[in-house]
């Protein structure tokens, strides 16, 4: 009897817990800032509140640049295997991945894949570039985001983005591919 109570109780956490995430708050990016920036520090204090704001950089060229930076800093997880709520080389999921990604240049998202869809702006999956996001819906029982992936890079008809999955840990993958292209649901821009 104990035995099926303690399944049951797994069971109940399994269905609450959805895609890979985990629980850990932060702060969002606020790309909507246009004030000064020493570009030493790529930060500045939110006078609203007391944390630390990052800025993008302001012409296409260094956002360019930072974004091929972010790609190769992922990049370096390759072969990590997956971890559900991990963020270290010993194992991550798809959100720990950008999470510590963009976390290494100052930009701080939510650590929930689902939440990060929230942030930056929506772009169409044409105008996308290296460091921007891709979000899928890999549950076809749930319909919510549950899987991010970084853009490696984007030519026409081609997009290639790093990720971590359940079965083969961080690995780059192509939209083109059957299941990623039905699974995706939208990109977004963080930069």
């Excluded at 319909?143 to 079965?167: A, C, K, P, Q």
Aim: hydrophobic letters at 35%; charged letters at 25%.
């Amino acid at each position: 009897m104990l035995n099926m109570h303690k399944l049951s109780f797994l069971f109940c956490l399994l269905i609450c817990v959805s895609g890979c995430k985990s629980s850990k708050n932060t702060t969002s990016y606020n790309s909507s800032r246009t004030s000064e920036v020493s570009r030493a520090s790529g930060t500045i204090p939110d006078s609203d509140t007391s944390e630390i704001v990052p800025l993008a950089p302001k012409n296409e060229a260094d956002l360019k640049a930072l974004g091929l930076e972010i790609v190769d800093f992922a990049q370096q997880f390759e072969g990590v295997r997956y971890k559900y709520g991990g963020t270290t080389k010993k194992g991550m999921d798809c959100s720990g991945l950008v999470y510590e990604t963009y976390k290494a240049y100052n930009i701080n998202l939510p650590r929930v894949s689902r939440d990060m869809a929230n942030e930056g702006i929506k772009i169409d999956l044409e105008d996308v570039k290296a460091g921007d996001l891709l979000f899928f819906k890999t549950n076809p029982k749930r319909n919510s985001i549950n899987h991010v992936g970084l853009v490696v890079e984007s030519r026409v008809g081609h997009v290639e983005f790093i990720h971590s999955t359940t079965s083969k840990g961080v690995i780059t993958s192509s939209l083109a591919e059957r299941y990623w292209y039905h699974s995706f649901e939208e990109a977004r821009r963080i930069l």
